[in-house]
């Protein structure tokens, strides 16, 4: 069973636009959510990330969103830029784990200029 | 650079036979995990080392996989007699202790014949 979900394999959106990812999550031992880029042939590259003491965190262009009561978190990227065309994949990790990671199966981001 | 490295990027070998997988993680990272992305899925946990500890294996999907940490450093991935439903993305990735944020390699291709 999923622990962590991303539902839409893929987006496509304007460039200059807000690009909008969204991660649902069933274990509430999560506590530390984290968002990773992909390009072809590379591999995860660290994105943001946000702990469960916060609903927000926010880095550039880049704001994660973290609603515990609905297990639901999103990255918001804006403006979107057509480098940001990649798969974007959302992980969490639980408490007390050994910080292995548990990741979605991705959202391929298309932004077209 | 001064980040994750594999070997070798690409393997293709022939169902029966045995491969080993390389990783070299950033100085100082005491932690070191291996995933395997397959197609079309999200990265799967396979194994987990932490300092001198004894790893975590639990996410090893059959005994014909295992995993050695040398010096507490570089760490080899071995695949006895492949199948080819072990064709995938390996990847490592590296942390520092007490860190939630791993920081990933470029993987390894391996697609068994």
């Known amino acids: 069973d999923q622990q962590v979900k991303q539902n839409s394999p893929s987006l496509s959106v304007q460039e200059g636009r807000i690009s909008i990812l969204n991660c649902d999550y069933t274990n509430s031992m999560f506590d530390y959510f984290l968002w990773y880029k992909k390009y072809p042939a590379e591999g995860p590259t660290f994105l943001i990330s946000?702990?469960?003491?916060?609903d927000k965190n926010e880095d550039g262009r880049f704001t994660v969103f973290l609603n515990k009561s609905a297990k639901h978190l999103s990255l918001h990227i804006v403006p979107s830029q057509p480098g940001d065309s990649a798969v974007y994949f959302c992980?969490?990790?639980?408490?007390?784990?050994?910080?292995?990671?548990?990741f979605g199966k991705g959202t391929k981001l298309s932004v077209k200029p | 650079g001064a980040g994750v490295s594999q070997s070798p990027s690409n393997k293709v070998t022939e169902k029966g036979k045995d491969v080993e997988l390389r990783c070299d993680p950033i100085s100082g990272h005491t932690a070191l995990y291996w995933y395997r992305q397959s197609l079309g899925q999200g990265l799967e946990f396979l194994i987990y080392?932490?300092?001198?500890?004894?790893?975590?294996k639990s996410g090893l999907p059959s005994d014909r996989f295992s995993a050695e940490r040398t010096g507490g450093s570089v760490s080899t991935l071995t695949i006895q007699r492949t199948q080819q439903e072990d064709s995938a993305v390996y990847l490592c990735?590296?942390?520092?202790?007490?860190?939630?944020?791993?920081?990933f390699g470029p993987g390894t291709r391996l697609t068994v014949l």
């Open positions: 990735a590296s942390s520092q202790r007490g860190q939630v944020t791993q920081y």
């Open positions: 080392f932490q300092g001198n500890s004894a790893p975590d």
């Open positions: 946000i702990s469960s003491i916060k």
């Open positions: 992980a969490a990790s639980a408490r007390g784990s050994q910080g292995n990671l548990i």
